[in-house]
């Protein structure tokens, strides 16, 4: 039996295969350009094209795990909530991958020139700050880490991932000459996942004036 | 006589809750094989993996140039030439969309004859060719240029020209003229990236005369000996090799010759990030990133942009006196 297949068979829950199959769903962008690579069909300047689609990867599934919660709460997908680490872990893994692959194969580890462009370039600033800031989010993305900052700490914490959010579109934006198309679409979905939360927020607020207890949806939901 | 089978030990009975899992097993299998065929598929078309351009045919492998054929004459380099796949499958040409495989596969549109180019302006003899008799009256020549574009990659092209000067001084420019504006065909029926607002339409492009008539400066129609295919310029296009590859207007309708400097596209596009001149300076950065190196296509490594992208012997003179980092 496939490790996939066990997985599938043994995990409980309402969704088993859930969390297994968008797992193996989040890694497709990397088969495809290894395989790709390999064959040689990158296209004339397969470098930046890598790079280019490790960062749209990372950008896409970041939006996706900011997804999450707003899944829950306007549509009452409560599953949502239970892959949100995983979309969060993957969108930093494949920022790590687009960063790594930007300094050791594009610039050739030359770090002159690295920290030439991230102090004088706005452009590779935000993708650069964006990366950093995600960084905290990765080490802490355990439900130890949830424990020993206590959650109200943990959670203050990981509301860094709406500027890191921000800083990737803008990144995004800044990389095109003048067709800011696709760009502009990743922006209106992260801020309409925002003003979605911003939406929610005044909405509880109101709920818990009106009843003294507010709903115990502050709980951990570290997955 | 047989026996009978016996009946089998109730140790190997599937257990009834088992035998129910059975269907579950298959089901769970089932949804995560399609929400992780769908899933990923989604994903790999957003992030760019499933554009027909990325499963082009494999090229060749490495820098992998041939060496020229003929014995390279004064203007030609000798370095590994690009592939001729990579040469016309990664091409800038946003009349046809602003990636990099658009050209290639949606410029097979534009229909490239009949042709006619007017020659115009501060001229004597003003005058309408068919671009097959331009090119009988001024027969391509073959010329090998390194080709380095604004956004920090390069290329080795054998192009099939003829100088530029040859036809200006066929027209006679009178004392008046200063400049050359130049003008792509404008159909958006054709061009189907007309239709977009990226930029203004047509794109027109411009040098100073003195560039205009410099012996390195052709109208190309060709390269690799195979007629100029549409993607990169098609019937005839400006070839400037020591500017970026943006001067290099495509596919070209007018060639105007004026007192006043002309408005150039991406200089009216982004006029801090693109200059009149774009000579390659890898001392002058574009603001969003470093010209300081490039990539060669079909290479791994940058190697160093060199001033005026090698050809400083040659024309450096034009821009002597001028402040470089200010006229970029």
Known sequence: MSLAARAVATRGGPRPWLKPAVFVAALAPLASILLQASRGALGANPISEALNRLGLTALVLLLASLACTPAREVLGWVWAIGLRRMLGLFAYFYACLHFATYAAVDQGLRWKAIVADVTKRPFILSGFAAFLLLTPLAATSTANAVRRLGFPRWKRLHRLVYAAGALAAFHFWLRVKKDVREPAIYATVLAALLLARAVVRARDRRRSGQRPAPRPKAAPTVD | ?328
């Open chain 2, 1 to 328: 006589m047989p026996q009978p089978p016996p009946n089998p030990p109730s140790s190997e009975i599937t257990p009834e809750a088992v035998y129910a899992d059975r269907r579950r097993f298959l089901k769970n299998a089932a949804l995560f094989a399609a929400t992780a065929a769908g899933a990923g598929a989604g994903l790999v078309w957003l992030t760019g993996g499933l554009r027909p351009g990325s499963r082009a045919t494999p090229r060749t492998a490495g820098t992998a140039g041939k060496p020229i054929a003929p014995a390279p004459g004064p203007y030609d380099t000798a370095e590994p030439q690009t592939p001729f796949e990579a040469v016309t499958t990664y091409n800038n040409f946003y009349e046809f969309g602003s990636n990099k495989d658009d050209p290639s596969r949606l410029a097979g549109s534009l229909r490239t004859r009949p042709w006619t180019v007017a020659v115009d302006g501060e001229v004597r003899r003003p005058q309408t060719f068919d671009v097959d008799a331009l090119l009988s009256a001024f027969p391509p020549q073959d010329r090998v240029y390194r080709m380095r574009c604004v956004e920090a990659w390069s290329m080795v092209i054998p192009w099939q020209g003829f100088p530029l000067g040859d036809l200006l001084r066929r027209v006679e420019p009178t004392s008046n003229a200063k400049y050359v504006a130049f003008a792509t065909l404008l159909d958006p029926a054709q061009m189907p990236g007309q239709r977009r607002g990226y930029l203004e339409w047509p794109y027109v492009e411009g040098l100073r005369l003195d560039e205009a008539l410099h012996p390195l400066t052709i109208l190309a129609s060709g390269l690799y000996g195979r007629p100029l295919p549409n993607q990169n310029g098609a019937p005839l296009r400006l070839v400037v090799p020591w500017k970026y590859g943006f001067k290099g207007i495509k596919s070209i309708v007018r060639v105007t010759l004026t007192r006043d400097r002309p408005p150039t596209t991406w200089n009216l596009a982004a006029p801090e990030e693109y200059g009149f001149y774009a000579n390659v300076n890898p001392k002058v950065d574009h603001p969003r990133w470093s010209q300081a190196t490039e990539r060669r296509i079909g290479e791994l490594s940058r190697r160093p942009t060199l001033p005026f992208n090698g050809y400083a012997e040659q024309v450096a003179g034009l821009y002597a006196g001028m402040d470089l980092a200010r006229w970029f």
